[in-house]
C-alpha cells in the first residue's frame, strides 16, 4: 500500500469513526439550540400577553371611568331640564355627605352661600321633592330630607283636589297629619306639592298614597304615601332659588 492510499483509507477511518459522535452533537447542539429559541419565545410571548393585559386593565379602567361620566352628566342634564320644564332658577349640586346613623335623614351638598343658597330653600330632583335646606355654610349647606321627622310639605292629591300636610315618618315614608276624615284620598293616589307652603313650587311630585284609614274618635284619617324619590341613591340635588328680579 502506497503512502496516498494509507492516507485515504486513514481519513476514511476517521470520516467513519467521527460521523456518528458529530451527528450526535449536531443534534444536540440543534435540540438544545431549538430548546432556547422555545423558551426565549415562550418569555417573550409571556411579556406581549402581560403587556396586552396591562393594556386591557388599562382600557377596561377608561370604559368605567366613561360610563360613569355618561351616567353622571345624564343626571345633570336631567336636572337642568327642570330650569325651563318648570321654569325654576335653580342650583345643581352634588351630595359630598350623608347623616352618620340611619336615623338622621339629613344630607351635605356643595354649594352655600357663596353660590346664593341661603335656610329654608327647597331642595328638588327629577323624581320629586328632597327636602330643604336647614344650615348653610359658605361652600356647602346641610339638607333635611322630606322623610327626617322635622320635614312637613303642603299637599294635594291630584285625583281629588284635596289638599293636606305630609310629615316624615319612620320606614322612609311620610303621613298625613290631621287629615280631616271627609278629604276624598285612596290608595294609589298620587300626591304633588300644593305651593301654599311658599317652600315648595307647585305640583312638584313627592309620593303615591299606600294606605288609608281611620284614626282616634273617627276625626281624622290616617295615611301614609311612600315618596318617589329613593333617597338613599341620591347624588345630585337642585335648590330652588329665588327668581332674579326684572329691573
Known sequence: MDQKSASRWYERFIVTVS???????????????????????????S?????LLQERSVLHSKLIYLRETE??????RELLNLRSSLALNIEVAKVIARGASPFEQVIRIQ????????NGFAVI???????????TYSDHSDVALLIDKISAIDVIVQRSRARGVLKGDRFNQLR????????????GDIVVSSGMD???????????????????????LQATVKPFVDFSRIEEVAVVLPRPHKP
Open 198 to 220: 311658599k317652600v315648595f313650587p307647585k305640583g312638584i311630585p313627592v309620593g303615591e298614597v299606600t294606605a288609608v284609614g281611620e284614626k282616634g274618635k273617627n276625626l281624622f
Open 125 to 135: 330632583k327629577t323624581e320629586g321633592v328632597i327636602g330643604q335646606v336647614y344650615q
Open 71 to 76: 351616567i353622571e352628566n345624564q343626571r345633570l
Open 19 to 45: 460521523s456518528p459522535i458529530q451527528s450526535i452533537t449536531t443534534y444536540t447542539y440543534e435540540h438544545i439550540r431549538g430548546f432556547f429559541q422555545h423558551y426565549l419565545l415562550l418569555v417573550q410571548t
Open 111 to 118: 354649594k352655600g352661600s357663596n353660590q346664593g343658597i341661603e
Open 176 to 187: 298625613f297629619e290631621f287629615l280631616p276624615r271627609d278629604r276624598d284620598l285612596r290608595v
Open 47 to 51: 411579556k406581549v400577553n402581560e403587556q
